[in-house]
């Protein structure tokens, strides 16, 4: 198995590992292969990706941004979204993938956020070591109140 960073001709692969996870979590699926291509691939990128292939078969996927703690004194990585095919699951992809977005990003420390649903994903990040945060909660800002902050 290959793991390595995604590339503008391997974007189309990571696209259909990411429609994959919304579908398997049951959200919607909003962002378009422009949009995908863009925030990968433009002068200022807003994020990487890795993914996982055997024989050119996806196999797994990890997208993540840059960020940096105040708190932990250092940059990391959020990881916003990882997802490894039903067929690899068990066989240790999830922390390779995890591994390689250390790998490419030199970060000292990953963020991620897990279902509450998802009790099977939230039993390999205890695992690997990973502990909830405690008094946070995790809020968003979209759609036009985004264009509404901007104008501000």
């Not at 200022?44 to 941004?65: I, K, Q, Y």
């Amino acid at each position: 198995m290959q793991v390595s960073e995604v590339t503008p001709e391997t974007l189309p692969l990571l696209e259909l590992g990411l429609r994959a996870l919304a579908r398997d979590l049951g959200d919607p699926f909003e962002v378009t292969r422009e949009g995908l291509e863009s925030a990968l691939f433009s002068a200022r990128p807003l994020c990487r990706a890795v993914l996982a292939t055997t024989g050119g078969d996806l196999r797994g996927v990890a997208l993540f941004s840059p960020v940096i703690s105040t708190r932990w004194g250092r940059a990391g990585a959020y990881v916003s979204d990882l997802w490894v095919s039903p067929h690899a699951r068990g066989a240790g992809l999830g922390p390779r993938l995890l591994s390689a977005v250390l790998g490419h990003s030199g970060a000292g420390f990953l963020k991620l956020a897990v279902y509450e649903g998802n009790p099977r994903a939230a039993k390999l990040y205890n695992r690997l070591g990973f502990r909830p945060a405690t008094g946070e909660t995790t809020m968003y800002l979209t759609g036009p109140a985004v264009q509404d902050l901007v104008r501000t």
